[in-house]
């Protein structure tokens, strides 16, 4: 197996223990972050698709915003729950909040109903919430961390082709392909162990990449207007007006981030998207050798060494970032 990513004996007990608590609840709502991404998304719908299909009797939710791109060709719309079924299943269901670090990044969660909260994620814990945190920030992806809790007790609970297929988008999407650094054997091994629950991989790939006319036209902007420092770091903004102009959402202003990733002479990343109903800039950092998320840290975010995000309120301190990430470069 070589190195593991866990310590055994620890990692078994925390997946026996989180298998009596689907086990122990009839109800169970999953949660993940706001502006999903494949990560998100995949450990979300497939977790939610093991527990419906190896316990079809209970009843499980799944919430949070809707995906434009993803939602419905990758991804089932999610649901909305009221308040007032909040109030009828106050201290009756299982809340389980998957790849999210902070709780002010749960999408439409409603705290104080859950008989018990779960945390498993891969971030770093930053914000240790709930009543149970499995965390193991050396994981490539969540649905890498759920799809081996699914594999280990795959003899009893099998995961069948559409939570394979979830979790395969989930850990696809956040190794870049399977060639980002944290990319491991284990994560190739479960790779290979969900395709061989019948996956097509050229279809889902096609289905995540897929281009339209309107993410040519954004391309074409980001190629001219993007900027490039001496030290290498390769940025874009996109206001709300070009988010506008362009037929783009907030999310997808992200998307081009990783164009500039292999380019000769980058070595950062970055792309700084208008948020006007939060009054913010969200900013989205990727980076080949430098290790980002302690400046993420520094401007009100975090995430992984070489894939973060943060947050700047005006664009005046958008010169402050960059010095700052030029600085973690060094010379």
């Known amino acids: 197996m070589g190195n593991l990513k866990f310590t055994p004996k620890v990692i078994s007990k925390e997946f026996k223990n989180l298998l009596k608590d689907i086990v122990s609840n009839d109800v169970i709502v999953v949660y993940r972050h706001i502006l999903p991404d494949f990560d998100a998304l995949g450990t979300q719908m497939g977790l939610v698709n093991w527990i419906k299909d190896n316990f079809p ?7 949070g915003e809707r995906h434009v791109t993803f939602m419905p060709d990758l991804f089932v719309e999610p649901e909305k729950l009221s308040q007032e079924w909040y109030e009828e299943h106050k201290g009756k269901y299982l809340a389980i909040v998957v790849d999210t670090a902070t709780t002010d990044r749960i999408s439409e969660f409603v705290s104080g109903y859950a008989t018990k909260v779960i945390k498993i994620d891969h971030h770093p814990n930053v914000e240790p919430f709930g009543d149970v945190n499995i965390v193991y920030d050396n994981f490539a992806a969540a649905s890498e961390l759920l799809a081996l809790f699914c594999e280990t007790y795959g003899n009893r609970y099998p995961v069948n082709k559409e939570a394979a297929r979830c979790f395969y ?14 990319t491991s054997g284990m994560t190739l091994r479960l790779g290979a162990d969900l395709l061989d629950t019948g996956l097509n991989p050229s279809e889902i790939s096609c289905q995540m990449y897929k281009s339209t006319f309107k993410t040519i036209e954004f391309l074409k902007f980001v190629l001219n207007t993007y900027k490039f420092s001496p030290k290498g770091i390769c940025y874009y903004v996109v206001s709300k007006e070009d988010q506008d102009r362009l037929g783009i959402t907030l999310n997808e202003g992200k998307l081009h981030v990783n164009t500039f990733r292999n380019v000769e002479g980058v070595d950062i990343s970055m792309s700084i998207t208008e948020d006007v109903e939060d009054k913010k800039w969200r900013v989205s950092l990727r980076s080949t050798k430098t290790k980002i998320n302690g400046v993420a840290a520094k401007f009100h975010g975090g995430g992984h060494d070489f894939a973060s995000g943060c947050e700047i309120k005006t664009l005046d301190e958008l010169p402050s970032l960059v010095a700052a990430l030029e600085e973690a470069i060094g010379d």
């Open 169 to 182: 988008i989930g850990i696809t999407g956040d190794t870049g392909g399977f060639k980002y650094p944290d």
């Open 57 to 63: 009797k209970k009843e499980v939710h799944y919430v």
